[in-house]
């Protein structure tokens, strides 16, 4: 007969618990579906895995319910069976544990990027976890494992969640690390630790994602004396074949580490993705005379941990960053009138004609040229490798133009941090226009994150950090600049979008071009509050013809009816109308601005300086 699970936890031996379902299942090779569905359709099957971590030694088995939360389950047009599987999972364990088998009701992540990466709010994350709980906690589980949250944050509400439906139950709270030595060369992960041993969790953990090795060097930099740790390795590093996850790593070279493990002070010590019993069995072998420290059971809140939520973070105000690292664009924000240009970027190879343009306006004090990234879905060169180009063979800074359309939440990342490397600082974070509009139609658009997400991940980034809050090493010092549309048909939504993107970092806003006074002293009257510098958006109109296609055909771009008309009637002085039109406006416009952003039209960079000198 089983002691209760506190109980256990109290005396000096190792607890081991199960190793992969999912691994098992897939060897079944059934249709692509949600695993826990299985709960329904094969219980047999998953009753019988379940018996054979038993009998290689397992003390917890897990529910095959780790996916079975309603927005994963929504995914397969499945959310109307949450209560049957996880009803069903809970059932198949109990059968088979008996009275001597721990239950752990199994719950991972939702699934979905949280606000303001995705579109997902921190409360409808705890009110899926908190249902799926509440299911597993009344079906009568001893314990309840988190498991494989990557974000600390979705990793707080989960945990939070749980402790709404029952603040008794025993709760082990495992993060995932990113295979990555560099975090475990800081102190992230103790702090981590930190953090989530003050919610008042039973256990502390790691599971998945690393393979054994790098789980001991995690488990190294958690240990705490009054800190109970699990920890939950994969089979070290998968490869793909015929479209399955094969994992290598041996089930003696498992134990091998499984003992290292509990000998660092881990009181759970189990297997993750790749492992079968054969795992489970050489582990409980290698750590079964090995004893432990008896552990402090009470999870005091002994500190506030360094670690800050993305939630947190996120909260606080901040407009500018001037620390020595930052770009010298930065470093002028109100303390001149800035002026940046937009380069055309040409379709091909050679760019030589926006080093010439860098070139001009760096001699006629431009503060920095914008690069643009494939606006309006169109191939060009990247504009990290564009940007770095001009600012070394010109030596102005450039405004880098990033759009979220042709890249996931891992190549984004990446991009920025090679942008830093290469000294590129300032970052326009920018959605991106569709695929469908541009040269290559049936691309895939991207949509891991929108603009809102973009300036949080760089917010984090110059905090240190990646965007579910890992550790990076150095932070970085970007500028972060948004974008703005003040004619947008609906002004109030547009606006609540811009106190987001400020909320989550947002530093500076450009616009998109204006013609009227009466425009802007409505726009900047309506974000007085968020005290954030504004680069006014001017574009110099050349004919009738230009302003009718900007005006019909291009998203974003308002020009009045008296304007279009004025250059109708000036026919082949429409050119010099519309440099009068635009110097007029930023002369009475300058005033309200920090600065201006000048979009001449083809590389016509003559016309900038022009409009600069008229004013």
Not at 86 to 92: D, L, S, Y
Request: net charge negative; with cysteine.
């Amino acid at each position: 007969m089983k002691k209760p699970f506190l109980e256990r936890l109290l005396d000096d031996r190792p607890i081991i618990c199960d190793g992969a379902m999912g691994t098992m299942l897939d060897l079944y090779e059934y249709p692509e579906q949600p695993r826990c569905i299985h709960n329904l359709l094969n219980p047999d099957i998953v009753a019988r895995i379940h018996r054979e971590y038993i009998e290689a030694g397992a003390e917890i088995i897990e529910t095959n319910t780790f996916d079975a939360n309603r927005f994963r389950l929504e995914f397969y047009h499945l959310q109307d069976k949450i209560k049957e599987i996880n009803r069903a999972g809970v059932e198949i364990a109990k059968s088979v544990a008996g009275d001597d088998v721990y239950v752990a009701g199994s719950i991972g992540p939702t699934g979905k990027l949280i606000e303001p990466l995705g579109k997902i709010k921190i409360q409808q994350v705890k009110d899926v976890i908190k249902e799926q709980a509440e299911i597993l906690i009344s079906e009568g589980v001893d314990l309840i494992i988190l498991e494989t949250f990557v974000s600390l944050n979705e990793l707080d509400a989960a945990i939070e969640a749980v402790k709404e439906i029952s603040d008794k139950i025993p709760l082990i709270a495992q993060k995932t690390f990113p295979e990555d030595g560099a975090i475990l060369a800081t102190d992230f992960p103790i702090e981590v630790v930190k953090h989530i041993k003050g919610k008042g969790v039973t256990v502390v953990g790691s599971n998945c994602t690393v393979g054994p090795q790098r789980m001991f060097s995690i488990i190294k930099s958690m240990y705490q004396d009054d800190v109970i740790l699990s920890a939950q390795p994969a089979a070290g590093i998968p490869t793909l074949v015929d479209g399955r996850s094969v994992y290598h790593a041996s089930p003696e070279y498992l134990a091998t580490y499984a003992k290292q493990l509990v000998e660092a002070g881990v009181k759970i010590i189990g297997a993750c993705c790749g492992s079968t019993p054969s795992h489970i069995r050489a582990i409980a072998n290698a750590v079964k005379d090995l004893r432990l420290k008896k552990p402090k059971i009470e999870i005091k809140v002994k500190e506030q941990a360094q670690v800050e939520t993305q939630q947190e973070r996120g909260s606080k105000a901040e407009v500018v960053v001037l620390e020595a690292e930052s770009s010298n664009f930065a470093k002028k924000i109100g303390k001149k009138f800035l002026t940046t240009v937009e380069l055309d970027i040409p379709r091909g190879l050679d760019i030589s004609s926006v080093i010439e343009g860098a070139k001009y306006l760096k001699e006629n004090d431009i503060d920095a040229v914008n690069i643009t990234d494939g606006a309006r879905a169109r191939f060009r060169m990247d504009p990290v490798a564009i940007s770095h180009l001009v600012q070394t063979k010109t030596g102005i800074e450039t405004i880098t133009h990033i759009t979220c359309r042709d890249r996931n939440l891992i190549g984004l990342q990446g991009l920025l941090l090679g942008a830093w490397a290469l000294g590129v600082k300032n970052i326009l974070a920018i959605t991106g226009d569709p695929t469908k509009i541009g040269d290559f139609p049936q691309a895939t658009t991207v949509g891991d994150v929108d603009s809102i997400g973009l300036i949080k991940i760089l917010r984090n980034m110059n905090h240190g950090l990646d965007a579910v809050g890992n550790t990076i090493g150095e932070p970085t010092h970007f500028l972060i600049a948004c974008a703005a549309n003040p004619t947008a048909q609906n002004l109030d939504y547009e606006i609540s979008r811009l106190e987001k993107k400020v909320e989550a970092g947002a530093q500076i806003v450009f616009t998109q071009p204006l013609y009227e006074i009466q425009t802007l002293e409505l726009f900047i009257k309506k974000i007085e509050h968020l005290k954030i510098p504004v680069m006014l958006g001017v574009l110099p109109l050349r004919s009738y013809k230009h302003a009718e296609f900007l005006h019909n055909e291009v998203p974003g771009i308002n020009i009045p009816a008296w304007v279009r008309e004025k250059l109708f009637l000036a026919r082949d002085d429409a050119g010099k109308v519309g440099i009068e039109i635009a110097s007029q406006f930023l002369k009475e416009a300058k005033p309200l601005v920090q600065g201006v952003y000048l979009l001449p039209p083809f590389k016509k960079y003559h016309i900038a300086i022009e409009i600069l000198q008229k004013i």
